[in-house]
């Protein structure tokens, strides 16, 4: 019996697909009855292959934690709220920080014999002058750092909290995660941007990864015997130049033709933020956002490669290719 938190979402309910696909039974944490449009319906339902059985309640519902977490082996923790708008802070360090306390204390309570944990490379941490990252960076107070990035530190804290207390886990820090979804929320924003033909393109360089690479991923470290280590899960990293271009070409679409500047930014953000006031629509770019599309790093992925024989990352042109028709069908 495998415990998924955040099924619903994008990353987890690749995870629960290529579960029930290998034939595990799932347990799955759910906050709305709506399932995810970009997985198969039958997936979700009893069948040969395995079963999804739904649980409802959230990780802050200790009540529902402690029933979904009954005769469970193993947990695979996805669930957290990824955000830049100022107005979701307080409920995003709620989910990410403690509603990741609350699932480490009760499968510790539960003795589950295995968790995952699925992190981020902003756990890492930015530094203005960017650079290489790998497994090894240590945190630093940054100006560059989201908030974000910041609730998922500390929520990788109370994991290495769990980890110290018997807990034998294993950290996941995925960069970007590209593929089919729904393209309102998300990373995916990204293909819905390129596709309304947003004409401007930041200098930045940031590492990207196959949704379902990162779902191959986890399943397989949860098979493993691997525990106290934390991986970056990252396919390759490129210029954002480099990816709008992809997408774009993959959608038959204009290229992006205008470059920002730090000023441009700046100027674009608080347009975006007077916007929102008057129009209650979520802005396109926050302050937070914008450091994100400027900053210049490079993740390594050489320590997941050998910790998992025959594993390996999709390259980012099939990636985007695959996830570029599948919106297109969308569309009619």
């Known amino acids: 019996m495998v415990l998924v938190t955040g099924g619903t ?4 309910s690749y995870i629960i697909q290529l579960l029930v696909e290998k034939g595990y039974t799932v347990r799955a944490i759910r906050r709305s009855s709506k399932l995810p449009f970009w997985i198969a319906k039958e997936v979700f339902t009893h069948s040969s292959a395995g079963s999804v059985e739904w649980v409802d309640g959230d990780v802050l519902d200790v009540v529902a934690l402690e029933e979904a977490m009954e005769g469970v082996d193993t947990v695979i923790h996805s669930a957290a709220i990824v955000s830049f708008v100022k107005k979701d802070r307080k409920e995003m360090y709620q989910v990410n920080v403690e509603g990741t306390a609350n699932v480490v204390n009760m499968a510790l309570e539960k003795k589950v014999r295995r968790f995952i944990y699925i992190s981020s490379v902003a756990a890492l941490g930015r530094t203005a002058n960017g650079g290489q990252v790998n497994e090894e960076k240590k945190w630093e107070e940054s100006k560059v750092n989201t908030h974000y990035a910041k609730s998922k530190f500390k929520a990788e804290l109370q994991v290495w909290r769990g980890i ?6 294993v950290i996941l820090n995925p960069s970007t995660i590209l593929g089919y979804g729904d393209w309102h929320s998300s990373s995916c924003a990204i293909f819905k941007n390129v596709y309304e033909e947003f004409k401007w393109f930041s200098p ?4 990207f990864v196959d949704v379902e690479d990162v779902a191959k991923a986890v399943v397989m470290m949860m ?9 970056i899960v990252n396919g390759d990293t490129w210029p954002f130049k480099k990816l709008q ?4 070409d993959g959608f038959g679409k204009k290229r992006p033709h205008k470059a920002t500047t730090p000023f441009l930014m700046a100027l674009a953000w608080r347009i975006e933020k007077l916007k929102s006031l008057f129009t209650g629509k979520r802005p396109l770019l926050t302050k937070e956002s914008a450091k994100v ?7 390594e992925n050489e320590k997941i490669r050998t910790a998992l024989p025959g594993f390996s990352f999709t390259p980012l042109e099939e990636v985007i290719k695959k996830a570029c028709e599948k919106y297109k069908s969308q569309q009619g």
Do not use: H, M, V, Y
């Open 204 to 207: 930045g360089i940031n590492g």
């Open 293 to 299: 599309a400027q900053s210049q790093t490079w993740f």
């Open 223 to 231: 098979e493993s015997n691997i525990s106290e280590e934390r991986f």
């Open 245 to 248: 271009d992809t997408i774009a």
């Open 164 to 169: 110290s207390e018997g807990l034998e886990a």
């Open 9 to 12: 979402g994008f990353l987890g």
